[in-house]
């Protein structure tokens, strides 16, 4: 596949997860365990799914940053009797350290859809990530409003790199239409192919 560029000046990937990830934790953390099974704007995942879903994108792609081979994302067994933000902190705390590795952005990763730079693939996960940020907070009724300038670097580079052969309806669905008053993090989940 075609690795983009990014525009000059726009946030390093590394700034983008310091900001997501803590993000995506704190609305995590604010989950209740009755709503572990809401449905998400995420078609084939409760929450529950897409928390497991995170947690072992994140376990496989840390060793893909420190120049270990990519490995199957294992699936998350859920402790009932555990919250999830605990494991879910855990997985992001691991998957940060890896991308901010000496070396993980210049490294070529074995990504899911082919072999790219460290730096793209850390753009996807930021990508990845600000979405189901989306849906988390949507299928929770939480607030989500990431900085703009997050939202814009994050925009930039998912016009440029999500190809037409993305859209499988699995990974990404067609681009959906959004309102006039759409904001920046709109337009970007409706890019996805969410439905607002």
Same mark, same amino acid.
């Given at each position: ?8 000046g726009i946030m390093?990937?590394?700034e983008?997860?310091?900001?997501i ?11 209740q ?5 809401n449905e998400?704007?995420?078609a084939?995942?409760?929450?529950q799914?897409?928390?497991?879903h995170m947690?072992s994108g ?6 893909a940053?420190? &120049?270990?081979?990519? &490995?199957?994302a ?6 009932p009797?555990?919250?999830p933000?605990?494991?879910f902190? @855990?997985?992001m705390?691991?998957l ?10 210049e490294?070529t990763v ?7 730079p460290?730096?793209v ?7 990845d990530?600000?979405i ?5 907070a949507?299928?929770?009724? @939480? ?6 300038e997050v939202?814009?670097?994050v ?9 037409p052969?993305?859209?499988? &309806? ?6 959906s239409e959004?309102?006039g008053g ?14 607002l």
């Amino acid at each position: 596949m075609s690795t983009p560029n990014p525009p000059k000046g726009i946030m390093e990937p590394t700034e983008q997860l310091a900001i997501i990830i803590p993000t995506l934790t704190g609305i995590v953390g604010r989950i209740q365990p009755a709503q572990l099974d809401n449905e998400t704007p995420c078609a084939a995942f409760t929450v529950q799914g897409v928390l497991d879903h995170m947690i072992s994108g994140a376990r496989a792609f840390a060793p893909a940053f420190r &120049g270990e081979e990519l &490995g199957p994302a294992m699936p998350v067994q859920a402790d009932p009797e555990k919250h999830p933000v605990t494991e879910f902190r @855990q997985a992001m705390v691991e998957l940060l350290d890896a991308v901010n590795a000496p070396g993980a952005l210049e490294r070529t990763v074995s990504a899911p859809f082919g072999d790219v730079p460290g730096s793209v693939f850390a753009r996807f996960v930021a990508f990845d990530g600000l979405i189901h940020g989306w849906d988390l907070a949507t299928a929770t009724n @939480q607030p989500f409003d990431p900085p703009d300038e997050v939202v814009a670097a994050v925009a930039a580079f998912a016009r440029k790199a999500l190809t037409p052969e993305m859209r499988d &309806g699995d990974t990404f669905a067609a681009e959906s239409e959004t309102s006039g008053g759409a904001g920046r993090l709109e337009k970007l989940v409706a890019f996805s192919g969410r439905s607002l």
